[in-house]
């Protein structure tokens, strides 16, 4: 087992960034792919990001890639996510993720073991 805690979340305005942070401890960080899940009000949980184990594979779900970078630094046991360009529809508790198996499957939320509480991001127009 591993325990996630995210912070770095907050008001915004449109157009502005925001950096996301997910400190992991328990197990072996480099066991996991971590993931980025976000959840609007009354909207199902959306895949954000995903980072492998090593760090040398990303994915992005289609309505941020091109705004959001997600990476990680296996020194620190810490993901992060660099959100520009925000917008209202980005308004939402995100979630950190971590899995310890096939990364094929790295954008389907119930597959993921260990969550972190989730921060709030909102973004104001």
């Known amino acids: 087992q591993v325990q996630l805690v995210e912070s770095g979340g907050g008001l915004v305005q449109t157009g502005g960034s925001l950096r996301l942070s997910c400190a992991v401890s328990g197990r072996s960080f480099t066991a996991y792919h971590m993931a980025w899940f976000r959840q609007g009000l009354e909207k199902e949980r959306e895949f954000v990001a995903a980072?492998?184990?090593?760090?040398?594979?990303?994915d992005y779900g289609d309505s941020v890639k091109g705004r959001i970078t997600i990476s990680r630094d296996n020194t620190k046991n810490t993901v992060y996510l660099q959100m520009n360009s925000l917008k209202p529809e980005d308004t939402a508790v995100y979630y950190c993720?971590?899995?310890?198996?096939?990364?094929?499957?790295?954008?389907?939320?119930?597959?993921?073991?260990?969550w972190g509480q989730g921060t709030q991001v909102t973004v104001s127009s």
């Open positions: 980072v492998n184990w090593n760090g040398d594979s990303t």
């Open positions: 993720a971590a899995k310890s198996a096939d990364w094929l499957t790295r954008r389907t939320p119930f597959l993921y073991a260990n």
